[in-house]
């Protein structure tokens, strides 16, 4: 599940800052119950888990510009071009299913921009980067595709439940402002 | 079987590298694909609207307003009553162009006050809870004076239920005020009072005073609005629409001050903290029967009391000094419409702008009543 994906949505609800606090108090709990071992082994592996960092990075540019909702459409939209052309490292997508997910998250921050950005003060030449940003994920994630498996480990529902969350919450952000 | 069996299978957290050179049948899909989002995204790009710029009625208004049209995004009617001389500039409007004119509306439930205070139908000091059935709730015994002059301690506006709340996520420009007339009168009967006598602006209570004095009359609030006020001074543009249904379906709708464009606001059971919609030149007429004291229920106009920070207040309307003048006014907003309403009653002046951005004009109203452009 993409933690900032998820940050929106109950961004959403509860409103900034409890909305981005509440979400890197979730990502923490994950991050702790995920983690194994003795007390040691566990807080290094807390320490360890990327999704929490993403989660610390995001909540903190968030709270110090006070403007969660472009933290988030540039977050979503660069998050998917680098791990579309990214090769090596964490930052890049070892499956079909998390690219999906990813290029969705993408979209919905676009979709973003576009219901909530005020356009009136901010010249358009940003949302063309963002366009040009995503049709830049684009072209590295087709060119990619051929050598990705569908899910990077053996297949099971609980993995397919990360990319099929995301995709859901980005169905729910996307549709609320046009339903 | 599926894909996820026969896909190549990678270790966790380990890098992916592209072994072999994409062949061009891949790069040609991607630079399809690609080249596809871009095209789409920027024949989708967002479109601000603007201040239009057919401007019509008189040129040197227009120029004098312009500058101070910051936030104005769509059209704009402004009108400037000198004596008996009537001056209007429109951008993208005519002086007919019909308007939501938010909280004006205030100023026209304070006159309905004064005006049942002057029929004896009413007293300042009548409770809401003697006219309205509130059931020994805190707001039944605030007084109307108190409700007109924002000192009855009832919040700015009642709360949001958690299906209101969704449905202002949804869209966050809509009109809050969705409960019919029987509705409001529940939500005073639930209210809290707090800081009492102290001036606290509540919609709420302009709401529940507009109600109060339609029960008293025994009819709606829109038909004594039109019967006491816009009959008598050839308002015939204005109305209370209160609910969506009773508006043409090509009625004007405003934007957000950040370009979005914004529901209609009808106010419903609230119609009277905010509902009329109205043109330029009816609120000339208004402006005009103000200045020469014929309007009905002048008394609301005079200043009782102080909000501490250079303001007195009547019924509703604002007493402030600017530039040494002594300037009435009232100011609006909805989700997509901003209006003013000044008047300096020592030298026959009134300014009125009405704007379909959620965008104040209020300041605009008062330097071109100062006549400082």
């Avoid at chain 1, 579309?84 to 890049?92: I, M, P």
């Avoid at chain 2, 379906?249 to 919609?277: C, E, F, H, M, Q």
């Avoid at chain 2, 003013?340 to 020592?346: E, I, P, Q, S």
Wanted: charged content about 15%; some cysteine.
């Amino acid at each position: 599940m993409d933690v900032v994906v998820l940050t929106v949505i109950i961004t959403m609800l509860l409103g900034a800052p409890d909305g981005i606090i509440l979400s890197l108090a979730v990502a923490a709990i994950a991050a702790m119950i995920r983690s194994q071992g003795g007390l040691r082994e566990r807080a290094l592996g807390v320490l360890r888990t990327p999704f929490l960092w993403a989660s610390a990075a995001f909540s903190l540019a968030a709270l110090v510009l006070e403007d969660w909702q472009s933290i988030a459409i540039v977050w979503l939209i660069s998050a998917f071009t680098i791990n579309a052309w990214r090769r090596h490292g964490t930052a890049t997508d070892r499956d079909r299913s998390r690219m999906l997910a990813r290029f969705a998250a993408a979209l919905t921050g676009l979709t973003m921009a576009w219901v909530a950005g005020n356009w009136v003060t901010t010249p358009i030449v940003a949302w063309l980067l963002g366009v040009a940003l995503l049709a830049a994920g684009v072209f590295g994630m087709v060119l990619r595709w051929p050598a990705l498996p569908w899910f990077a480990e053996t297949f099971s529902p609980v993995r397919a439940l990360g990319p099929t969350t995301t995709v859901a919450m980005c169905t729910l952000i996307i549709a609320v402002p046009f339903t | 079987m599926s894909n996820a069996v026969v896909a190549p299978r990678v270790p966790p957290d380990e890098a992916v590298p592209i072994t072999v050179a994409p062949r061009r049948a891949t790069i040609a899909v991607a630079t399809v694909l690609a080249l596809s989002v871009a095209l789409i995204g920027t024949v989708a790009r967002p479109v601000p609207p603007s201040l239009s710029t057919n401007v019509t009625g008189d040129s040197a208004l227009a120029a004098a307003a312009l500058p101070y049209l910051d936030g104005a995004l769509d059209r704009v009617s402004i009108a400037v009553v000198d004596g008996d001389t009537v001056t209007y500039a429109n951008f993208g409007a005519d002086s007919d162009t019909v308007y939501e004119i938010g909280s004006v509306t205030k100023t026209f439930t304070s006159l309905l006050l004064a005006d049942a205070i002057e029929r004896g139908d009413v007293t300042a000091e009548s409770t809401l809870g003697g006219i309205l059935p509130l059931a020994g709730a805190p707001a039944a015994d605030v007084t109307l004076a108190e409700l007109a002059s924002h000192r009855s301690g009832l919040p700015r506006t009642p709360p949001l239920s958690f299906q209101e709340v969704l449905l202002m996520l949804r869209s966050p420009h809509r009109d809050p005020f969705v409960q019919d007339v029987d509705g409001v009168i529940a939500q005073g009967r639930r209210a809290t009072l707090s800081r009492r006598g102290t001036i606290s602006y509540s919609n709420l209570g302009t709401a529940l005073l507009g109600q109060a004095l339609a029960a008293d009359s025994s009819m709606a609030y829109e038909d004594l609005v039109r019967q006491r006020i816009f009959a008598p001074l050839g308002m015939s543009a204005s109305t209370v629409p209160v609910t969506v249904e009773n508006l043409p379906t090509n009625a004007l709708t405003g934007y957000s001050v950040d370009g979005k464009r914004a529901p209609v606001w009808t106010l419903y059971g609230s119609a009277p903290a905010g509902g009329i919609r109205s043109t330029a030149e009816d609120l000339v007429r208004y402006a005009q029967a103000l200045l020469n004291s014929t309007a009905p229920g002048m008394g609301a106009l005079t200043p009782r009391w102080d909000d501490g920070h250079g303001t007195r207040l009547g019924y509703a309307w604002n007493t402030t000094t600017v530039s040494g003048r002594t300037v009435t006014s009232h100011g609006g907003a909805t989700g997509g419409f901003c209006a003013a309403l000044a008047l300096d009653l020592t030298n026959d002046r009134a300014v009125i702008i009405l704007s379909s951005t959620k965008a104040s004009v209020e300041q605009a109203a008062l330097t071109l009543l100062r006549g400082e452009h």
